[in-house]
């Protein structure tokens, strides 16, 4: 029986996606390295420094700086990114989050966040939901990023539910395969290629429903 949700955060509950995006891409213009919508499909749910080492490695500009100049750079596109996100409120939950997360407390569902994100704890104040969440799972308590399941099994954990108690929510390749590798029913949002790994996806978070959900992962076979 489903008792937990473990959500991701970026391009799940608010569209920070495109923010993480746009500072990146703001940072490879300065490095002359540019890259496009397909490629950042792989810097989703990837950690800071390892968005940074993907789009050098693109570049072919792993070896042009130190660890201290990458940590630098790192910084740099977060001072960006905290700029984008410093006016974000309830308006920009994406749309049926409100009353997805609301109709799932109503029904006793403990919720968790596991995102790879830093900015994740100010970001779910802002959008003013944090009182919704259960847990939240501490990034940097982390030995390893999604695709490891590390942070969706401490999610179940923190809830103290085993994974296949709990649902995942994401919108990453990354993170569906680190919800699979959690033991837990994967749900993805986006396109049917980049989600071809869920068991069961929808483009849009407006189509999220929580009968639905219950119902396909109650006959899910794993
Ligand atoms: C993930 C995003 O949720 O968090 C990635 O999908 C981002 O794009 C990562 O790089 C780390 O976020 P932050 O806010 O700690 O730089
Ligand atoms: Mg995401």
């Given at each position: 029986m489903i008792k937990g949700f473990v959500f991701d955060l970026d391009?799940?509950?608010?569209?920070?996606a495109e923010y993480h995006y746009l500072a990146w891409q703001e940072l490879g213009g300065k490095m002359g390295i540019a890259f496009d919508r397909v490629f950042n499909e792989q810097l989703k749910g990837i950690s800071r420094m390892d968005s940074l080492e993907r789009i050098l490695k693109y570049g072919n500009?792993?070896?042009?700086?130190t660890e201290d100049e990458k940590i630098a750079l790192a910084n740099e596109k977060n001072e960006d990114y905290k700029k984008l996100i410093?006016?974000?409120?309830?308006?920009?939950?994406?749309?049926g989050i409100s009353e997805l997360l609301k109709e799932l407390k109503a029904a006793d569902i403990q919720l968790a966040l596991a995102s790879a994100s830093k900015n994740g704890p100010i970001i779910l104040k802002r959008l003013g939901i944090?009182?919704?969440?259960d847990t939240i799972v501490d990034?940097?308590?982390?030995t390893h990023g999604k695709p490891d399941p590390e942070i969706f099994i401490k999610g179940a954990e923190q809830l103290g539910l085993?994974?296949?108690?709990c649902v995942g929510v994401e919108d990453a390749e990354a993170g569906i395969e680190a919800i699979n590798a959690a033991g837990m029913f994967s749900v993805g949002v986006g396109s049917k290629e980049s989600m071809k790994a869920a068991d069961l996806f929808v483009t849009?978070?407006?189509?999220?429903?929580v009968r639905d959900i219950l119902t396909a992962a109650a006959n899910w076979s794993h």
């Open positions: 391009g799940v509950l608010t569209d920070t500009k792993s070896r042009a700086y410093t006016n974000i409120s309830p308006a920009d939950l994406l749309p944090e009182n919704l969440f990034p940097a308590c982390l085993r994974p296949d108690e849009d978070t407006s189509e999220l429903n």
